[in-house]
């Protein structure tokens, strides 16, 4: 526990310290903002109608409400929760080897086994941050927006909805540290995480009978926002979920405990 | 003898390189081990699997008698460790990158930090950010994370790197002084053999993977080629005068004598004498010591040509 505690408290200090923990945030504040401007426009079409991009993409929101919002903002968080946890992932356990730093963690006092524990951690908690960052600042702006339906059941039965598929969608991020601790570097984890997001697309609308064992579709399937067309998840979908991430976590403890270190 | 780092017949091969091949090293206490080889000898590697980084192809590697092994955490409270060239989080000060390390050492000492700090003289560099520091102060700042525990091995890849001479000289210093006072044992690799000369106690010459030899800095000053050389006006004369003597003379292109065995190193004084009764009065005679770097690539041309 002692080597647990110092190895997470070295990695808040690098994460705090860092220009990406605040760049992140940010920018998941500001996709927030754009989300509730962009339903500002859908209430009041006029306001873009010099601009063409804007007032196509305000026109594809059927309505310009809470539900609708709502529903846009989970989809944006399925979407962003697995590129933001992975982009954070891969700078958390990435940044060691681009900064040559890795030799120096690997033989001391705390185990490689923490120091892996604690980056997972961080990785974890700081992902969440960011959709509850995307959360907050989009009811705020939604609000600030004055868009119509809003009822504070819905909002509680949301907020739920959308921590629950946040927390599944984030789970996801240890196959993601495993890559990039075997490559030891930033592209190939950016091309899996690309790649999970097209299959996820691919196995959402044209193989459906498969999302509820891949991975990556099964927080949409849980959550409700995979569409009609797609079937529920099952007792499968948990364990498969659980598992990947179980194992993505063992394979990265295991690549740092056996694997040589150059 | 109390060995404090050893290693038998140590391997690590990459398919059939044979990047270090059965090396078996012994370290007493309070020794200062100069491990030296050319670039791509094995150095690196050695040390890498004393630290547990690489896992041996065969042979093992033991620090104050336990066998190295990555999972057995507290053998690592007393090493402290530089390998190849010291890097830190870029965006982290001097002194936060020190807490770093303290708290992964579970040094409880908070002023730990600030004493290194002073001793690795950072005091001026402390706040500034590792990406903003020079290589010599990189380097400092490498050898204060490898000494900031007071470890009782340490274990220095090329710790001179990037260090200007000063910086160097208060190095050695350090070092000699935390092995004759406080029986700190180190093990320092370099492909300077003149450098670690100067401090080590002994001398392990490691090339293409094998372990060449092996020799106090005494027995390796012993073991270095040394001659007289001579200049006359009658070179050929002299040379025949000496050898019917029985010394050893060849004639080198720059047209002096190299006079070898007998007492001519030791007492160049009887081979002058004998030269002036003879009528071949030497305008130069000069004892000719072989540097240490000539030293080091006749042994590795020597014994390692044999591989």
Redesign the interface.
Known sequence: M??FY??L??EI??AV???MLWITLLFFAFIAVMMGLLMLVAKHPEIAENSAIISTKASLISKADWPTYLALLLQMALVLGSLGSGIVTIWIFG?EYS???I??????????FNIVLSKSVITFVWSFLLLLILLVAAIFTGMLVKLDGWTNQSIIQFASTFTASSLLTILLFTPVSLITCISRGYLLPVGFIILTMIVTQLVGVGLTAVSPYFPWAIPALISGVAGPGNPEANIFSWFILGITSLLGFAGTAAWW??A??? | MDTVIKTENLSKHYGRLKAVDRVSINVAKGEIYGFLGLNGAGKTTTIRMLLGLVAPTAGASYLNGIKVCPGNTDMWKDVGYLVEVPYSYPDLSVRENLEIIRRLRFISEKNCVARIIEDMKLDQYADVIAKNLSQGNAQRLGLAKALIHNPGILLLDEPANGLDPAGIVEIREMLTDLAVNRGVTTFISSHILGEISKFATRIGIIHKGSLLQESSVHEMERSRKNCLQVRTKDLNGAGTLLEKRGYKVTLTEENLLEVTGKDAVSEPENMSEILVRSGFAPSLLKVEEEDLETFFLRVIDTKGGVK
């Open positions: 002692k080597g110092a190895a408290i070295t200090m690098k310290k860092s220009k940044r900064d040559r730093v030799k120096d963690i690997l033989a001391l006092p705390v185990s490689r405990r056996y040589d270190q150059h």
